[in-house]
């Protein structure tokens, strides 16, 4: 959610229980406008927080020009102090998904290993020990995140001639109707899923319609779309990420999404369906 409007933002979340107290608040209003010029960001978001076991991870991103590929995430345990994370490349993907297990502690310079048996050719064993720190994990959470439940209203962005995606100022927001429909809503994210026949469809407007839709995702019910605050809110939460929650407020352009949670993956997900 934008650090502008984080106030009200919060308030439209609670009902998920995603609440912070006055200090975070206070201290997230202040830090969050000196990390934009600091870093020099167009725009910074208040992304969530990752609970730990010792200390949770509160986490900010900041966007750039394209506001799809030019991203950094920062993690906090005060909302004061903020720490730039590596980009999650590959190789750190890889890494991650080995050899990182349990809850996070708290502690980004905690390493995870492992001892993986690699059975080779004429049985005989290798072993390979993969190593990785929390802190390189925290970031692989945060783009798988993003990668799997990262949501914005249809209009919400545009892609400009030059390919670079960009807020779109003229956005008045999702009217009543268009809100209860899943398929009014987008994965902000590379497009993965975009068929053939959709591009032919007449009403297909290329300059919104780059990103993959929720109503595709596998598997099918894998988000919940409600209204609250007296029928006036819209609020989606995903089943895969239990955690996150986007809201959107029709007829107005206020959106955005947050995560506060443990940072699993649901993996009862088909068997919750």
């Not at 201290?27 to 969530?48: C, D, E, H, P």
């Not at 750190?92 to 080995?98: D, H, Y």
């Not at 996070?104 to 048996?117: C, K, M, N, T």
């Not at 030059?162 to 100022?169: K, L």
Request: net charge negative.
């Amino acid at each position: 959610m934008d650090s502008q409007t984080l106030y009200f933002s919060l308030e439209l979340v609670a009902g998920s229980g995603h609440i912070l107290n006055i200090e975070q608040r206070t201290a997230l209003q202040t830090s969050l406008m000196i990390l934009r010029k600091n870093y020099k960001f167009g725009r910074v978001l208040f992304w969530g927080k990752i609970l730990g076991l010792k200390e949770d991870y509160f986490i900010a991103q900041g966007r750039g020009e394209d506001e799809l590929k030019d991203k950094k995430n920062l993690y906090s345990f005060n909302c004061m102090d903020w720490f730039l994370l590596p980009p999650a490349t590959n190789c750190l993907i890889n890494e991650v998904s080995k050899a990182a297990r349990g809850r996070f502690i708290g502690d980004p310079s905690h390493v995870y290993e492992r001892v993986l048996r690699i059975h080779l050719e004429d049985d005989e064993e290798h072993e390979e020990v993969v190593k990785v720190s929390e802190e390189n994990r925290l970031a692989v959470t945060i783009h798988w995140i993003d990668e799997e439940a990262s949501v914005v209203p249809r209009g919400a962005f545009i892609k400009n001639p030059h390919g670079i995606v960009q807020m779109n100022r003229s956005f008045c927001g999702l009217s009543d109707s268009e809100a209860r429909k899943l398929d009014s809503f987008l994965h902000f994210r590379e497009p993965r899923n975009q068929k053939e026949s959709i591009l032919g469809m007449c009403e297909l407007n290329q300059t919104i319609d780059f990103l993959d839709v929720l109503s595709d995702d596998i598997p099918k019910g894998s988000w919940s779309l409600q209204f609250e605050c007296a029928r006036k809110v819209c609020v989606l939460r995903s089943l895969l990420w239990l955690g996150l929650t986007f809201y959107h407020v029709p007829v107005t352009p206020h959106n955005g999404y947050i995560y506060i949670g443990n940072g699993y993956r649901n993996l009862d997900l088909n068997f919750m369906l």
